[in-house]
């Protein structure tokens, strides 16, 4: 059982950075692949990132490579999401997910994730 909770978001002008953490509870969170799916109003959950247990491999959707980067702390149970040049569009709230499915592998698709968080609200707006 893995428990996880994020923290970090905001109300932020376009253009600025903002840093999110996933913070988990329970043993083993060094085995899980872990993820950051974000949801804007009357949107679908959209996939954003993904990190391997291992922390060596990540994945991101189109939109923001070059501007989010997803690392991870396994000593300290926490994952985390640098977003920088953020635009209107990353309005959303903001969720972590974790899965021991396959870790080899990363996965875009939200079924593949066990575990989530409640999110975090990122508002991105002049």
């Known amino acids: 059982q893995v428990q996880l909770v994020e923290s970090g978001g905001g109300l932020v002008q376009p253009g600025d950075s903002l840093r999110l953490s996933c913070a988990a509870s329970?043993?083993?969170?060094?085995?899980?692949?872990m993820a950051w799916f974000r949801q804007a109003p009357g949107k679908e959950r959209e996939f954003v990132g993904a990190?391997?247990?291992?922390?060596?491999?990540?994945s991101y959707t189109d939109s923001v490579k070059g501007r989010f980067t997803i690392s991870r702390d396994n000593a300290k149970n926490t994952m985390y999401l640098q977003m920088n040049s953020l635009k209107p569009e990353d309005t959303g709230v903001y969720l972590c997910?974790?899965?021991?499915?396959?870790?080899?592998?990363?996965?875009?698709?939200?079924?593949?994730?066990?575990?989530w968080g409640q999110g975090t609200q990122v508002t991105v707006s002049s």
């Open positions: 997910a974790a899965t021991r499915y396959e870790v080899t592998r990363l996965w875009e698709d939200a079924q593949y994730y066990t575990y």
């Open positions: 329970g043993r083993s969170f060094g085995s899980y692949s």
């Open positions: 990190i391997r247990w291992s922390g060596d491999v990540t």
